[in-house]
């Protein structure tokens, strides 16, 4: 019995070797060449594959796919010699540093925190000006105008009565000599809100002062004029010191998010077209300007030699901290509008179409967010030569191909709101068809009008798509 078991086992491992061989054994071809299955495909175009033999929803045979022939079912194939020709190169997609520049227009404004404004606290007229034009330097306690001032006079006068009056209220009671020292300080206190050192008061005996300027630098606005009269508060000069200017960039909405503050930037000037400014992002402003679209960045920028002037147009790049992602050649890329697309080689002489989305753009590389794996070889030179050999091959192949077909069938059902129908047709052996029932789509709504299930009818369809069978003329077979 124990060897009559040995034996049955055996011949049980033997069968299932021998067919175990014949599913995977390679098979010959016509001509005698033995040919190895590597997978089986769908047979309407699906992308859907098995290992192994099977069938689909509606019955159809698998398709095999044999070695060699693995990516004949797409891409576009090109002969060596003509890639030589063409210079195709190919790069690996990988992980990438991409480096950003944002190129934007500015201009050169002067340093507000060093910008002051010289407008007397009092009334009066201008008597004489010492600086008498814009954009002249002046230094700090340098005289700048003198004025003549009713108000000054007037309060001048009181402050020396009651220096008076304190000299000769000295043996009168302590509430007449209080009174005394408070007009005193009243007077002084006016001198000291209208920023009059006490040094100057003892000058204003005739009620004219010299105004001196109380900082360093340029003389960017002057709308004082000899003889004129100004109201208080009102803006005789305006100096800038200019030793450290601002530069004013544009930076558009959507690139809002890429600029941060301390970004490096460069600042170039047509009026110096060998020289570069360079400076960091001290400031994002908060607001967005309606018309333009864009908000306000302020780079610092060192002018010691006093070459920027304010006003100046500039030409400004922001360098982008860099990030790592996977990434392609900018080379690579065919954008077309509505999408953008990369050639993947798939083989020896082989490419393939693949839509990416794309992330941040860089200087030299754009960021893939899918349709490209790492690691795969990229076109990277003449991908627009591929680009229009594919064309061309999809042109020959459309013209060299039928892509209409006959047959006849019954209508199993008819829905009028998807545009489709259920037909049991007939063998169709020019595309390995057998007899079965599968779903159609209807050219347009006129298609399926009249029709009803039961019905016997002749029709012609194409793939539209792949894996999409469309109707697109349909009679009912006379009885």
Known sequence: MRYFLIFAVVIVAAIAGFFAGRLHAPIADKQGAEREILYYRNPMGLADTSPTPKKDPMGMDYIPVYKGEEDAQSGVKISIDKIQKMGVRTQKAEYQRIETTIRTTGRIEADERKTYAIAPKFEGYVKRLFVNTTGEIVQKGQALFE?????????????????????????????????????????LARFNNWDIPAKEIETLANGALIFRSPFSGAVIEKNAIEGMRFEAGETLYTISDLSSTWAIADIFESQIDLVKIGDEARVFIDSYPDKIFSGKIAYIYPTLDEKTRTIKARIELDNAQGALKPNMFAVIEVKIKSVDRLAVPLSALIDGGVRKIVFAQIGEGRFEPREVQTGRFGDRFAEITSGVSEGEAIVVSANFLIDAESSLQAAIDSFNRKTTYKTKGEIVEVDTQTLSAIVAHEAIDELGWGAMTMEFKAADKTTLTGLTAGDRVSFEFEEKSAGEWTIVKIAPLSE
């Open 147 to 187: 004025i003549y001032s009713p108000e000054l006079l007037s309060t001048r006068r009181e402050y020396e009565l009651a220096k008076e009056g304190i000299k000769e209220l000295q043996n009168a009671s302590e509430e007449a000599q209080k009174n005394m020292r408070l007009l005193s300080d009243s007077a």
